[in-house]
Every structure is written in structure tokens, then in C-alpha cells.
Nanobody, 113 residues
Framework: VQLVESGGGLVQPGGSLRLSCAAS????????MSWYRQAPGKERELVAS????????NYADSVKGRFTISRDNSKNTVYLQMNRLKPEDTAVYYC???????WGQGTQVTVSS
């Protein structure tokens, strides 16, 4: 049972990235999924979440209108499309199975010119 994130990197302010989280070892379509982030010296915060079949999404106010969470249950993958990135979006991004404590290892996103 694991979650593996990918897609992080260095991007200029105003740029875009798409993060992916590949799930294995469990029935992916039965679980809501979430993206969190943790910036240096700050607590981990919820960025976005999506219901098991993708019909419901929620976002932190700080990313609403810029980030989009989605999922492809045929590929056991959840995505986070991040547009109009800001330096304050710099953090390690983690995916998580919403209802319990299964976390991925994280992927670094750095927004800097």
C-alpha cells in the first residue's frame, strides 16, 4: 500500500506545474484523496481534496482559482494542476488518503525567479 508523488520542480512565478500521485495496493476508487503542503518552518496545511469518484472538491482559500485537483480512477492517480504559481507556494507537497494516515513521500515545489 503506497502513494508516490511526482512532478515537482523549480518554476518561475506565474508558471505552472502538474503534480501526480500514483496509488497502489488498495482500491483507489473507494477513497477520497487530498493534497497537503509544508513550507519551511510552517505546519503542514491542506491544499485540496477530492471525493472518491471525483464529484466533490474543496480548496484552501490561498489556492482557490489557481489550483485544480482531479483524479483518474482508471490510472489510480490523483493530480494537482497548479497555475499562476507564487513564491509563497514553495513547499513540499504530499498526497494523502483523506480518511486515514496514508501519506506519500512528498515532492518539492520551488517557485523562484
Amino acid at each position: 500500500v503506497q502513494l508516490v508523488e511526482s512532478g515537482g520542480g523549480l518554476v518561475q512565478p506565474g508558471g505552472s506545474l502538474r503534480l501526480s500521485c500514483a496509488a497502489s495496493g488498495f482500491t483507489f476508487s473507494s477513497y477520497g484523496m487530498s493534497w497537503y503542503r509544508q513550507a519551511p518552518g510552517k505546519e503542514r496545511e491542506l491544499v485540496a481534496s477530492i471525493s472518491s469518484l471525483g464529484g466533490s472538491t474543496n480548496y484552501a482559500d490561498s489556492v482557490k482559482g489557481r489550483f485544480t485537483i482531479s483524479r483518474d480512477n482508471s490510472k489510480n492517480t490523483v493530480y494537482l494542476q497548479m497555475n499562476r504559481l507564487k513564491p509563497e507556494d514553495t513547499a513540499v507537497y504530499y498526497c494523502k488518503r483523506t480518511r486515514d494516515t496514508l501519506w506519500g513521500q512528498g515532492t518539492q515545489v520551488t517557485v523562484s525567479s
